[in-house]
């Protein structure tokens, strides 16, 4: 298995911009989780689904991100308009219904 | 409010010697802790866990003790070697938080030097 795919694995965009990030999980893990990694506030959870439905949004900073999953195998995460404090590392994990979570390589996010 | 706090941003320690990484988290109703390790560019990976009802578990050179009273855990690595040079994060989950949730909280992290 590749595990958790991420794409793009480097953005760069200008404020204002709209961000989509993508996310493929690992067949047959029926959870799926968006993060952000900041230095001031760590590893912080935005969303996750299961069974391709969003259980907690609490997490998204405001209604300029947002988060689909249209099938068990695709997620995305977007932000429009982008902001310079967007500027962070987003990682997507996956999961089988334990508390294990497989993490991707992330996306370095810079918005100028 | 950190719910999870790792308190040590870093630790250095000589090859072969033990690393002790240390976790203090606030909220009584978890249950459930693991260790992420995470390189540089890369995501975290799962390294051990514990439940709540056992007070420590081991994996080979890993483990890891468990106090709820003091609402305490922490990472044992010995021997530490150079591979294990990396960024260590404590998570935590409620189990009762909801149906299955299996939702993290994350610390900081602790960044492991280990010198040759």
């Known amino acids: 298995d590749a595990g958790v795919i991420q794409s793009p694995r480097h953005e760069v965009t200008e404020m204002g911009q709209e961000v989509t990030l993508r996310c493929k999980p690992i067949s047959g893990h029926d959870y799926l989780f968006w993060y952000r990694q900041t230095m001031m506030r760590g590893l912080e959870l935005l969303i996750y689904f299961n069974n391709n439905v969003p259980i907690d949004d609490s997490g998204m900073p405001e209604d300029r991100f947002s988060a689909k999953m249209p099938n068990a195998s695709f997620s995305t995460l977007k932000i429009q308009p982008s902001e310079p404090r967007d500027s962070a590392v987003y990682f997507c994990?996956?999961?089988?219904?334990?508390?294990?979570?497989?993490f991707g390589p992330g996306t370095r996010l810079l918005v100028l | 409010d950190q719910q999870v706090k790792q308190n040590s941003p870093s630790l250095s320690v000589q090859e072969g010697r033990i690393s002790i990484l240390n976790c203090d988290y606030t909220?009584?109703?978890?249950?459930?802790f693991l260790w992420y390790k995470k390189y540089p560019a890369e995501g975290p990976t799962f390294l051990i866990s514990i439940s709540s009802i056992k007070d420590k578990n081991e994996d080979g050179r890993f483990t890891v003790f468990l106090n709820k009273s003091a609402k305490h855990l922490s990472l044992h690595i010995v021997p530490s070697q150079p591979g294990d040079s990396a960024v260590y994060f404590c998570a935590a989950s409620d189990s009762y938080s909801g149906a299955g949730s299996y939702q993290l909280t994350f610390g900081k992290g602790t960044k492991l030097s280990v010198i040759p």
């Open positions: 909220n009584s109703m978890f249950d459930y």
């Open positions: 994990a996956s999961g089988s219904g334990m508390w294990t979570q497989y």
